[in-house]
């Protein structure tokens, strides 16, 4: 019988106690499933990097957007203030 390649027991049982019949067939099942958490773990942390940095560029584009929208406002009252001014002229 094959023994565990990380704690040497026998307890490799694939297709039984929710274990795929593919992957980690060196492990035991208490390895087996440590590798899946430790392996789940680790691309949380790698996802949760990711989106600090989409978190970052996205509060980049809110700056942006806002200057932007404060900009459009100005142009807005510029606008009003010559429209009237034009108005004013032709009275």
Request: hydrophobic residues 30%; neutral net charge.
């Amino acid at each position: 019988m094959d023994k565990c390649k990380s704690c040497g027991s026998q307890a490799i049982n694939p297709g039984k106690h929710g274990r795929d019949l593919t992957s980690d067939l060196d492990l035991c099942d208490v390895c087996a499933w440590r590798k899946r958490a430790e392996d789940f773990s680790n691309q949380t942390v790698e996802m949760g990097k990711l989106l600090d940095g989409y978190s970052s560029e996205n509060e980049k584009l809110l700056k942006i957007v806002d200057g932007y929208a404060i900009q459009n406002a100005k142009l807005s009252k510029l606008v009003e203030e010559a429209t009237e001014k034009i108005k004013s002229w032709t009275k």
